[in-house]
């Protein structure tokens, strides 16, 4: 009987995830305007590794998702929101820890880490600012990692995460086919 509440909770939590996922994830801004607006937009067909390919501060971040073999899932029929580092934010790691993260033997700790930085569903700028507006300026997003993740306004931008040290969307962010590339500073730290 106790896995049966177990579950139950999770399954309720699970639901509260996914309808605020679902209310960022509106494909248009109802109050008019294009759906672009404010948005570096790609090519519909375009997929999500193909624009990254073409994104220069994120060549780190598609040559880990590469590694990672991530790219075939997010290209797939889903729809994906990632929040990826760009260059400088995985160039501050020591290099032995890039390197490292990056070979064969660390892949699940790879996957780990990216997961952390994919949430599912379409959320663009417009849906996020609205939902921090609607929501006293912080949203939790569910992401295909351990831990769901925060995003709160912080003066002009939008931070991820609590502290000081937290990364911020930086630039507009891309559509890519059915997903939304954002740019942060730093890499989302992994749950405590």
Request: charged fraction near 20%; proline fraction near 5%; glycine fraction near 10%.
């Amino acid at each position: 009987m106790g896995a049966n509440k177990s579950c139950r909770a999770a399954v309720q939590k699970l639901s509260i995830a996914i309808a605020l996922t679902a209310m960022l994830g509106a494909c248009q801004d109802k109050q008019g305007g294009s759906e672009t607006d404010g948005v570096s937009a790609t090519a519909d067909s375009e997929t999500l590794t193909m624009a990254l390919g073409n994104i220069g501060d994120l060549s780190i971040s598609s040559r880990l998702i590469e590694a990672a073999q991530l790219g075939s899932a997010l290209d797939g029929e889903g729809s994906y929101t990632v929040f990826l580092p760009v260059d400088d934010a995985w160039t501050a790691l020591d290099a032995a820890e890039l390197e490292a993260i990056e070979s064969a033997e660390n892949r699940p700790q790879l996957i780990a880490v990216l997961r952390q930085h994919i949430a599912p569903g379409f959320i663009l700028a417009a849906d996020l600012e609205k939902g921090l507006s609607e929501k006293d300026g912080s949203v939790t997003v569910t992401t295909m990692g351990a831990m769901p993740v925060s995003l709160r306004r912080d003066g002009e931008s939008i931070a991820l995460g609590q502290g000081k040290d937290a990364p911020h969307i930086v630039g507009s962010p891309v559509i890519a086919g059915n997903d939304v590339i954002y740019r942060i500073d730093r890499l989302i730290p992994p749950p405590e």
